[in-house]
């Protein structure tokens, strides 16, 4: 791997559990009707960042 694509998956990793936390917190303040969305976002980051780990190609660009 070049050290240009680690740099992109690292960037990647941190925006996805970066936002993982934002909305986990924000879940942890919502109304009940609303906390669960924010729930599904966190994991989903969370997800993504898996991915990331697991398959670095799966994104080629970074998203931000």
Do not use: D
């Not at 970066?18 to 009707?33: G, H, L, P, V």
């Amino acid at each position: 791997k070049s050290k240009r694509s680690r740099s992109a998956i690292v960037r990647n990793l941190k925006l996805y559990i970066r936002q993982a936390s934002e909305f986990y917190e924000a879940a942890q303040i919502a109304k009940a009707n609303t906390a669960p969305l924010f729930y599904y976002y966190s994991f989903l980051n969370l997800a993504k960042s898996l991915c990331e780990i697991m398959h670095p190609k799966f994104h080629r660009e970074a998203e931000c």
